[in-house]
């Protein structure tokens, strides 16, 4: 697949979309594997089919269902996506990227970001949500990283500083939020690899000895974009499974979607309280 796109299929995207509903969004939710269900909270909403849209990849992996979900939350106007596109699915950096690229020509200022992701900090339990509090461009680093090709210069510069890649009053509304309804929720750094086979023992104790805390196939390519285009973006990780640090346990993505049904009341919780008080 080609790696760059145009402003002109970007606003394609985006025509239809504003043929489709009125509503002009603030904050975008991407919701990862097992946790699409959070969207049912969204209400008056307008949705719209990944494959209705001109450019637009489409989710292939259980658990992302694969549409836009457009409406009210908490006094909130969102843009929902349930799922999300990876490269581990055949799409080259742009398509990966692409959503973020359309949510910033509707004007979309404040992206949320979640996803599944293993744990490799051995304190963590299956069930938690740790906070993103920086992360680790493993993709990036060799050769994946989606501002590669020539730069859009209508939507961010060259070269975007990524020193506070998750905003920092963001990162506080949700802990204040957590506090406040008592749910533990853990801080750390994430990991992204480009999947799609689980990680080695010998991986994830890499992956530790250099600072991770939780690992996975997303999230990282679109923080980028999002922070190349000036959009103030939290991440939260929902954790599926302990760390596999000494190989004692097989990971499955099975066990990965079952985790989200305990993990998605907390987030929908976190979330919704951090839009009150945006």
Known sequence: ???????????????????????????????????????????????????????????????????????????????VMQGRIHYYEGYGRAQVTFPIRVMQRLGIKVLILTNAAGAINPSFASGDVMLITDHLNLMGMVGLNPLIGPNLDELGPRFPDMSQAYDRQLCDFARLVASRQGILLREGVYVGLSGPS???????????????????????PETIVARHGDMRVMGLSGISNKANLDGSSVTTHEEVLEAGKIIVPKMEKIIRGVLQLL
């Open 1 to 79: 697949m080609p790696n760059s796109i145009s402003v002109e299929q970007i606003d394609q995207a985006v025509d239809v979309i504003r043929g489709r509903s009125e509503y002009k969004p603030h904050t975008a939710i991407i919701l990862g594997s097992g946790l699409s269900s959070l969207s049912d909270a969204v209400q008056a909403a307008v949705t719209i089919p990944f494959n209705d849209l001109p450019h637009w990849p489409v989710s292939t992996v259980a658990g992302h269902t694969g549409r836009l979900v457009i409406g009210e939350l908490d006094s909130q106007v969102v843009f």
């Open 198 to 220: 689980f990680e080695t023992p010998a991986d994830l104790r890499f992956l530790r000895a250099v600072g991770a805390d939780a690992v996975g196939m997303s999230t990282v």
